[in-house]
């Protein structure tokens, strides 16, 4: 009689696994503050004292710059929007190169094309998943004129070689730190190693307002450009006797203050909830070490990891079975999240498909039908997105790389052992998947 739940046996669980709350009373009367206030945004798009947003607003982003140590925060609505600022702020342009990662939320590769820039993919670290420099410099062209590193997973980039490479080469490069606020390398906080950072409060990362961003810097003028592309550059920029007009078409990104009085609250609990993730993660990765074919996600050198999701690396020769089955198997084993029905059950085989392996980047389409950036004149350069060209990043996603959600704060013991007793089941039954 088969054992394992993908064969007919009996699950490890059916009950489904506690929502990811992190909004609760504090939040709810910030909230009906800002209802009583009856201000809920205070933006003017024109050069007015209330360019800059309301009182929520800016107190969240003098508390947001003073929590991580940094001169300026500008909030925006969403990471996207931030890395879209950020990649303003910097003076990308038509006929530049920038160097991306193409193991990452796709905003962070898709930045450059918003100012008719080429994004250029460097391959992964293999331990790590952050951006790798080698590859980074190999890829650097008299063309280039930025890299956007991303802190995937819960891990800064390799902050001292990667900026180093910049400062030889005298490129900006912009920290996407939607999935490591609270990380450190260093010493210092992640989101803050670069020339400017953006954090994410989308609703499934470690605190959130359902959307929201903040986006920061220690340089005065990149700051004071990321607030007129935030909100309505073209409007602002002869009153305000703006003399840099490189990317001065605005966007209205901005953030409300029902959204800043949230993130308010949100900052406050940042600390609690990576010690709470830290927790979790100890106590399942001393669970999984009974199986072998499982190998956690190392943490860089002077670094620490706030587990954006747990990550791990599978070993098919020790298997005997090939990833994706033994995945298919424990997915099988558990149920889904409650809140999150829809999504499946939440481990995942890679994480997402290389992006320049995406329809974009294969068939060079983006602005219009001419194929702007990679077709229009300004562009004297020559990429490939052939399969092939980041080899770490095409092995870990289709052979080794395994991330799943069931470790985050909320989760009960009793929730980690069953999680954990799925990895176990499906190793001690593997023969039935042969």
Request: proline share 4%; net charge negative; hydrophobic share 40%.
């Amino acid at each position: 009689m088969a054992k394992l739940a993908i064969n007919g046996g009996e699950k490890v669980r059916s009950e489904v696994f506690p929502p990811y709350i992190v909004i609760g009373k504090e939040e709810q009367d910030a909230v009906a503050e800002v209802f009583q206030s009856h201000i809920y945004s205070r933006f003017i798009g024109a050069w007015h004292e209330d360019f800059y947003g309301g009182p929520q607003v800016r107190q969240l982003e003098e508390e947001w710059a003073e929590h991580f140590g940094v001169k300026h925060a500008v909030s925006v609505n969403s990471a996207t929007s931030g890395l879209y600022c950020a990649a303003g702020a910097a003076g990308i342009g038509p006929g530049d190169e920038v160097i991306v990662s193409p193991y990452t939320m796709s905003a962070s590769a898709v930045a450059p094309l918003i100012f008719n820039a080429v994004p250029v993919f460097a391959d992964v670290e293999r331990d790590y998943f952050c951006i790798d420099a080698d590859s980074v410099e190999a890829r650097i062209t008299d063309r280039t004129k930025a890299i956007i590193a991303v802190d995937i997973m819960g891990q800064s980039y390799d902050a001292d070689r990667i900026n180093a490479i910049a400062k030889k080469h005298n490129l900006t490069v912009i920290e996407d730190c939607a999935q490591a606020p609270g990380a450190k390398f260093r010493k210092k906080w992640a989101g803050t190693l670069a020339d400017i950072g953006v954090y994410s409060l989308n609703y499934h990362k470690h605190i959130h307002t359902g959307e929201g961003s903040l986006v920061v810097t220690d340089d005065d003028e990149l700051a004071e450009r990321i607030r007129l592309i935030r909100n309505h550059a073209e409007s602002v920029v002869a009153a305000k006797r703006t003399a840099n007009l490189i990317n001065m078409v605005g966007f209205n990104m901005r953030m409300t203050e029902i959204e800043s009085a949230m993130a308010r609250e949100q900052l406050k609990k940042l600390d609690g909830l990576v010690a709470q993730r830290l927790e979790n993660i100890a106590y399942l990765s001393e669970k999984l070490a009974q199986v072998p074919c499982l190998k956690p996600a190392a943490v860089r050198p002077n670094a620490t990891h706030v587990y954006y999701q747990h990550v791990l690396t599978f070993n098919a020769e020790v298997a005997g079975v090939h990833r994706d089955k033994f995945v298919e198997a424990v997915k099988a084993e558990l149920p889904p999240i409650k809140l999150r029905e829809t999504e499946g059950i939440k481990i995942g085989c890679g994480y997402v498909k290389p992006i320049y392996l995406q329809p974009m980047f294969q068939q060079r389409i983006a602005y219009g039908s001419k194929g702007c950036p990679w077709s229009c004149g300004f562009y004297k350069g020559s990429i490939s997105y052939d399969k092939g060209i980041c080899p770490v990043v095409e092995d870990l996603h289709f052979n080794t790389l395994i991330n799943h959600e069931l470790m985050r704060p909320g989760m009960t013991q009793k929730d980690l052992d069953d999680t954990a007793a799925a990895f176990v089941k499906v190793w001690d039954n593997r023969g039935e998947l042969k």
